[in-house]
């Protein structure tokens, strides 16, 4: 990827999450102070969540990459400490905050899950009331614990099983990160329609050797597809469907009769600012060409996988509950946002990820959705990195 294409994940950022941006980043403001920053430092920066991109707008507001490398380095390394896959991803809002406000008394050598995990407890003792003071060490692993059985919870262990553990913790707290590693049982909420079809899908072997190079398209792949779309309802209204109509007209003549009926209906399904991105990527393509059958392939695959809406768990403590709070929301993965990630890449390569996400929607689980993104991201240069994980 080119810095363009990471600069304009980072201003696609700032739409999604609503950050009101300050007087100085107004305009054309916020382009110029992100062109200021190389390749390296925007990829970074392009993988933060709304919390770490607050601060780092924030913390680099009229300095140049020099003046920030160093807090860059410490905000790297903790985001993926509490991102999706990390340990600590059970954070609240108010604790990522208070993080990132103690990066200045922090060397970039220390800082370690331990480390960030008692600087986030301070937060805790502040809704507590005090500094310190009636905060023992068991109250703190009980809090601790408190966080466990809810995320324990929404991956599918029983109230049983979550106390049995919470038992061998409580006899050796060493042991209290094992409980976030443990394997997933249940994440992800799935359409009745594709759910039926699991159990014939999880049988399936991924595409040998001999059959990298071709999209995947068995029929029992297709039938997966097809219910899976069915079970997509979403209310639109007039305003976007004459937008998505006139845009869409402009791809099927483009495309002609290379656009299946299925393909058809989803593309109908996509929001007008991605199908015009569609458009504008498949105009650039030949028409006929093996890159046009992929580039649809993919605009396929991705718009079906965001619609998997995935368990996220929350948590926090109350000082007047007096004992752990949780929630629980749902929400897909938007792959959209990864459109520009995959028009530089290979033919070889961009069947393997399509390959990858159909095979993924045969048997969805969060672990893959999450590390397919976080590929296409993060190691968009290497193959090997694309895998299933189950």
Same mark, same amino acid.
């Given at each position: ?7 304009y994940? $980072?201003?696609?950022? *700032? ?8 007087p ?13 920053f !190389? ?11 709304? =919390?770490? +991109?607050?601060? /780092? ?7 140049i990459?020099?003046? *920030? ?19 600590? =991803? ?6 990522? #905050?208070?993080?990132?406000?103690k990066?200045?008394? +922090?060397?970039? &050598?220390? $800082? !370690?899950?331990?480390?960030?995990? @008692?600087?986030? !407890? ?10 310190? &003071? ?10 601790q614990?408190?966080?466990?059985? /809810? ?15 919470? =038992?061998?913790?409580? %006899? ?6 094992? @409980? ?17 079809g ?14 990298? =190079? ?6 029992? *792949? ?49 929001h ?16 006929k060409?093996?890159?046009m059958?992929?580039? @649809? ?9 965001s ?5 996220v ?8 509950? %007096?004992?752990? !709070?949780? %929630? ?13 990630? $995959?028009?530089? /890449?290979? #033919? ?5 990820? $399509?390959? *990858? ?6 048997n ?5 959705i999450?590390?397919? %993104? ?9 193959? &090997? ?6």
């Amino acid at each position: 990827m080119q810095k363009s294409d990471y600069l304009y994940m $980072i201003l696609d950022n *700032v739409l999604a999450f609503s950050i009101q941006l300050p007087p100085e980043y107004q305009e054309n403001g916020l382009n110029e102070h992100l062109d200021k920053f !190389d390749e390296n430092a925007l990829k970074v920066v392009a993988g933060f969540n709304k =919390n770490f +991109l607050m601060h /780092f707008l924030d913390q680099s507001s009229g300095k140049i990459q020099k003046d *920030v490398e160093e807090v860059l380095k410490k905000m790297e390394v903790i985001s993926y400490m509490v991102g999706p896959t990390g340990n600590l =991803n059970y954070f609240i809002e108010e604790q990522l #905050d208070h993080v990132l406000n103690k990066l200045s008394s +922090l060397k970039l &050598e220390e $800082i !370690d899950e331990a480390k960030i995990s @008692l600087i986030a !407890d301070e937060n805790l003792r502040q809704q507590f009331g005090g500094t310190g &003071e009636g905060y023992s060490v068991s109250e703190a692993l009980e809090n601790q614990l408190t966080s466990a059985a /809810f995320y324990l919870m929404n991956m599918g262990y029983s109230r049983q099983e979550i106390q049995e553990k919470f =038992n061998k913790v409580r %006899g050796d707290p060493a042991k209290l990160d094992e @409980l976030f590693n443990l394997p997933q049982k249940e994440i992800y909420n799935l359409p009745a329609e594709l759910e039926q079809g699991q159990d014939s899908a999880s049988t399936m072997q991924p595409p040998s050797g001999n059959e990298s =190079n071709a999209v995947d398209q068995t029929p029992s *792949v297709q039938e997966v597809i097809e219910r899976h779309m069915q079970s997509i309802h979403e209310d639109i209204t007039d305003e976007r469907a004459q937008k998505v109509k006139e845009i869409f007209d402009e791809i099927r003549a483009h495309v002609r009769e290379m656009m299946s009926e299925l393909q058809e209906k989803i593309f109908l399904q996509m929001h007008p600012d991605r199908l015009r991105r569609a458009l504008k990527m498949l105009k650039s393509t030949k028409r006929k060409s093996k890159r046009m059958e992929l580039l @649809l392939e993919w605009f396929t695959a991705s718009f079906l996988l965001s619609k998997i809406e995935l368990k996220v768990e929350h948590w926090q403590v109350s000082s007047s509950a %007096g004992h752990g !709070d949780a %929630g629980v929301f749902t929400a897909g993965i938007d792959f959209s946002r990864y459109d520009n990630v $995959i028009k530089d /890449f290979q #033919d070889g390569k961009l069947t393997k990820i $399509i390959n *990858v996400a159909r095979k993924i929607l045969q048997n969805p689980t969060k672990k893959a959705i999450q590390k397919l %993104g976080q590929d296409l991201i993060a190691s968009t240069g290497h193959d &090997e990195h694309l895998y299933f994980t189950d």
